[in-house]
């Protein structure tokens, strides 16, 4: 365990490691309490091609790279069940919203979600297939198994593991999100996909 008097930062935003090494333009965020250090952080790993803006709200760069993953399972069930570009940003756009709920409720910004790690990883894990959650989501509503979905990405999912973990978040600090809620039923408890989006869209109206 690091002391206390250690500064820490965090890193995260739309990047997948294939184009950074291949040395494509991306943009990440770097989150640190000690602004001097994201800032020392961020000018040691920026190139010309890799550019790192500083951020002090760690929180809320955690809980979108955490809340991203589950909401592009969400994405891969979507387009796996062969429903359209309307429902994936419905989808993605009702997505960015819980996870601004659970930040706030956490004491992260609202600004961080409009940001790099908010609406920018998820919009890149909803909709490019090198995201190992999309494709997880696919798989499953194509027709295979949690277990012969994970095996076939052959690599980690983050989001199988999260969807557990931001749920029971959100149940802690009494933060309602409903999209995660139905992700983690069909990833846990079986729930057929059609089943879930039935649920969703029956929920009653209310405002934006």
């Known amino acids: 365990m690091l002391d206390p008097g250690v500064p820490t930062a965090v890193i995260s935003g739309p990047t997948f490691a294939a184009e950074v090494a291949a040395g494509l333009p991306s943009a990440v965020t770097v989150a640190s309490a ?6 020392r952080l961020a000018n040691s790993i920026s190139t010309a091609t890799f550019r790192a803006y500083t951020s002090p709200d760690i929180v809320g760069v955690e809980v979108g790279g955490a809340t ?7 994405a891969g069930l979507s387009d796996g069940l062969g429903f ?11 997505g960015l919203l819980e ?13 961080t979600f409009m940001g790099l790690s908010g609406i920018g990883d998820l919009v890149l894990t909803c909709t490019d297939d090198q995201s190992r959650n999309r494709r ?4 499953i509503a ?25 749920r029971r978040v959100a149940a802690r600090v009494r933060v309602e999100m409903p ?4 992700i983690y039923r069909i990833v846990y408890e079986g729930m057929a996909p059609r089943e879930a ?3 969703l869209m029956s929920r009653p109206l209310v405002a934006e």
Do not use: C, H, P, W
């Not at 359209?84 to 009702?94: E, I, M």
């Not at 996870?99 to 600004?111: H, S």
């Not at 999209?179 to 139905?182: G, H, L, T």
């Open 34 to 39: 000690d602004a001097g250090n994201a800032q």
């Open 68 to 74: 991203k993953n589950v909401l592009a399972i969400g």
């Open 84 to 94: 359209g570009a309307n429902t994936r940003v419905a989808l993605v756009t009702r």
């Open 99 to 111: 996870m601004t709920r659970l930040g706030l409720a956490l004491g992260a910004q609202r600004e």
């Open 136 to 139: 997880f989501g696919l798989k």
């Open 142 to 166: 194509r027709g295979g198994s949690v277990d012969e979905s994970l095996e076939a990405i052959g690599q980690v999912v983050e989001g199988y593991y999260a969807a557990r973990a931001v």
């Open 179 to 182: 999209i995660v809620e139905q």
């Open 197 to 199: 989006v039935a649920a």
